[in-house]
């Protein structure tokens, strides 16, 4: 069935270095692409989106990147910060579809050390 | 910054009450959403509402579910009666209708569902 998974559940990294946070995803007939943020005791904030028909796009401090032959995207945030310490979710979509369904995965954590 | 609104923060109830959780959207956003939640688990799809109606809806949205814009700020959803395994963490979200399917969806700060 349809799943969106994370390579990894926790990522710890030094202040100021890059930070990496995976996603596959299994439905080729995904077309949209979400990153949101969760802080603790928070509801899901939007970073940043991708449609299929790129594979590349920057955000301030973010990049995604999608490879949709290996149903693979990722979110680089750039001189990582503490306020940046929270879980990433990835969340897919079929726009068409006609589908306003997001379907997401299970979240890596990531801890940012002073 | 326009934002979702949820109440309560968390709600306690016994298997087999009925429980409305609330959710006022960004004022001008037109689609409406429901995710869950359980602890240690994916954010999953329940719900989408437009235009007084359900648009899409889940295999876990059975018949104990409802939901419903009972005036023009807030959308509830409705557990009839509420098994254990509803207690999870639930998401209102909301989107406008320029973008279409791939217009962002802005969540709420989530309603702590507990089920004893």
């Known amino acids: 069935g349809e799943s969106v998974g994370l390579h990894l559940p926790t990522l710890s990294v030094q202040e100021g270095d890059n930070s990496i946070i995976n996603c596959a995803y299994s439905?080729?007939?995904?077309?949209?692409f979400i990153w949101y943020k969760q802080e603790s005791g928070k509801g899901p904030q939007f970073i940043i989106d991708i449609r299929s028909n790129m594979d590349k796009r920057q955000g301030q401090r973010v990049t995604v990147l999608l490879n949709k032959t290996v149903k693979h995207l990722s979110l680089q945030i750039a001189a990582t910060q503490p306020g940046d310490s929270a879980v990433y979710f990835c969340?897919?979509?079929?726009?068409?579809?006609?589908?306003?369904?997001?379907?997401f995965g299970k979240g890596t954590k990531l801890s940012v050390i002073p | 910054e326009p934002e979702v609104t949820q109440t309560p923060s968390h709600q306690v109830t016994q298997m087999g009450q009925e429980v409305i959780l609330r959710c006022v959207p960004i004022?001008?956003?037109?689609?409406f959403y429901w995710y869950r939640q359980i602890l240690g688990q994916k954010v999953e799809f329940l719900v989408s509402f437009y235009n007084n109606e359900i648009s899409e809806k889940s295999e876990i949205f059975d018949d104990q579910f409802s939901v419903e814009r009972p005036d023009g700020s807030n959308f509830t959803l409705k557990i009839r009666s509420t098994k254990l395994e509803d207690s999870a963490m639930y998401f209102c979200a909301s989107s406008s209708l320029a973008g279409g399917p791939t217009d962002t969806q802005y969540f709420g700060p989530g309603t702590r569902l507990t089920v004893l």
């Open positions: 004022s001008n956003h037109l689609y």
């Open positions: 439905n080729s007939a995904s077309d949209y």
């Open positions: 969340a897919t979509g079929n726009s068409g579809a006609g589908s306003y369904q997001l379907t």
